[in-house]
């Protein structure tokens, strides 16, 4: 009867023991479950991340890229457009525009009289430009160098000339009209100091830009001066 009381009491005390057991293991697993859980997600959740953060990093560098090329691309333009171009040089017998015209130059002289009574002050030596200018609009221009007039403009020796006159040979008289697509020889003269020598000048020529439909007047009109060339030479004759 004892013997049986105590094989009853170690039964209790090992069913005891395993149901113990089985809720520590379960409390322990019921903890260290989420840690792991929470390791395992970010394991997966980290080269997704990596990703995105290196994508992200590339379209940012892109960006900053085309932002930097468009702001490159204006800023040249800005200085395109706030340093002109220098004209070109042009020689005799090359053509250049004037105004609404186109000019040949072709001579270079020194006179000691000039080609009209109507030129210049009397008993001045003129530095005289011989050529042949053409009218190149559709109708009659009394202002075939543009309004106002862009004559050429006469330097020599760091020193800047008044305006000259243009004299239509055939006439010696001053030019007033030119018809359409009809060239004329023309000289355009203009008056040297007492003391000036004979020595190398330069001539810059300008002409007005041809807009079909201007904006503001909503008509063909000739605008905005622009240079157009530089001829550079020794006048012949002359002291």
Do not use: C
């Amino acid at each position: 009867m004892r013997d049986k009381s105590v094989i009853a009491g170690l039964g209790l005390f090992r069913h005891l023991l395993t149901l113990f057991a089985r809720q520590s293991v379960a409390a322990i697993a019921s903890r260290v479950e989420p840690a792991r859980d929470f390791r395992f997600y970010v394991a997966m959740v980290r080269p997704l991340l990596s990703s995105a953060f290196r994508q992200i990093w590339v379209r940012i560098a892109a960006t900053i890229g085309v932002i930097a090329a468009i702001a490159a691309t204006w800023w040249m333009k800005v200085e395109e457009a706030r340093v002109p171009d220098a004209p070109p040089r042009i020689a005799f017998d090359q053509p250049v525009k004037v105004g609404r015209g186109v000019f040949t130059p072709r001579r270079l002289t020194v006179e000691n009289t000039a080609p009209s009574p109507a030129a210049g002050a009397k008993g001045s030596r003129k530095l005289v430009l011989a050529g042949r200018l053409e009218n190149v609009t559709g109708e009659s221009q009394v202002a075939v160098f543009g309004f106002p007039e862009l004559l050429p403009v006469l330097s020599s020796g760091g020193r800047k000339f008044p305006a000259p006159q243009v004299i239509l040979d055939r006439d010696k008289e001053p030019l007033r009209q030119l018809h359409p697509r009809v060239a004329e020889d023309v000289s355009i003269v203009w008056d040297l100091p007492e003391n000036w020598r004979a020595q190398e000048v330069a001539i810059e020529f300008s002409a007005e830009q041809f807009k079909l439909k201007d904006n503001l007047y909503a008509k063909a009109s000739w605008l905005m001066p622009y240079p157009t060339g530089v001829l550079t030479a020794r006048p012949e004759g002359g002291a």
